[in-house]
């Protein structure tokens, strides 16, 4: 049979055993589990402006920051209502009543199952990419597939886009001060209508530099990313300050939540107006 330490021989070699370890810990033979990395922190929030005077002496946009690509979400809603009227124009008809069934609610109430039928019927991003080559659009790329609100685009494309709703501008596409609008005139008045009647509860944004009653006509978009759990947050369109019209594109990306993106892209109008 085998023998068995006594009790106080095992104690001693217990002992014997804690001593090394210690001694080994010591001079870092050995090493504790290592704590958790930090967590990365969140981007920071980031918004770009640009801002036209329409009734001053220059056509060129002041910008408010880096004039990268944001993501639209609901602002495309105009984009894609100009690609549907430049479609019935080249055909020389009206919008059908069911079109207008769709357009209405797409601008006014930010509809997306109706956008999501005109994104369709203009032929998805390759319908808005052909319609933005004869807006003057450079920097605006259609979301894939049925995303439509994954569009990419920039606040000096939102003005190029603006200009060709409220000031028939047509500069940026053929250089000529002659040469006809892109939208004729009853398609502008159309889209200009329709982003004059959004709902009360979507007339924040851009809107925010004008005092109470001064004319505007906007849309906003608002995204919440599922990969991030971030907010897109944007607003297009004109304003009336101190008698001048003024067209405004904000757009926005890392807000937490869409009432921190709302304030950022309010405050972001302000000073870039200012």
């Known amino acids: ?110 509809d997306n199952t109706a956008a999501n039928a005109l994104w369709r019927e203009i032929g998805q991003a390759p319908g808005l990419a052909a319609a933005n080559k004869r807006l003057g659009l450079t920097s605006t790329t259609g979301g894939p597939g049925a995303k439509w609100g994954l569009t990419r685009t920039t606040a000096s494309d939102q003005i190029r886009l603006l200009r060709a709703v409220f000031d028939g501008d047509t500069t940026a596409r053929s250089g000529s001060s002659t040469a006809k609008p892109v939208l004729n005139a009853k398609s502008r008045t159309y889209v200009r209508t329709l982003m004059g009647k959004v709902i009360p509860e979507q007339t924040w944004g851009v809107s925010a530099v004008g005092g109470s009653g001064t004319p505007r006509a906007l849309k906003n978009g608002w995204l919440q990313r599922n990969t991030s759990g971030l907010w897109d947050v944007n607003s297009v369109g004109q304003v009336t300050v101190k008698g001048h019209r003024c067209l405004v594109a904000v757009l926005s990306n890392g807000s937490a939540s869409m009432s921190d993106g709302i304030s950022l892209v309010e405050r972001t109008a302000r000073v870039a107006v200012a």
């Open 1 to 110: 049979m085998p023998s068995h330490p006594s009790p106080t021989t095992a104690r001693t070699r217990a002992g014997a055993l804690l001593t090394s370890v210690a001694a080994l810990l010591s001079v870092g033979a050995l090493h504790p589990a290592p704590a958790a990395a930090a967590a990365a922190p969140a981007p920071s929030p980031h918004a770009t402006a640009a801002v036209l005077d329409l009734d001053g002496a220059g056509r060129t946009p002041v910008l408010h920051g880096q004039d990268s690509a944001y993501d639209t979400a609901s602002i495309v809603k105009v984009d894609i209502l100009a690609a549907l009227l430049l479609r019935a124009q080249d055909a020389g008809r009206q919008l059908t009543a069911d079109e207008r069934g769709h357009a209405e609610p797409m601008i006014e109430r930010s």
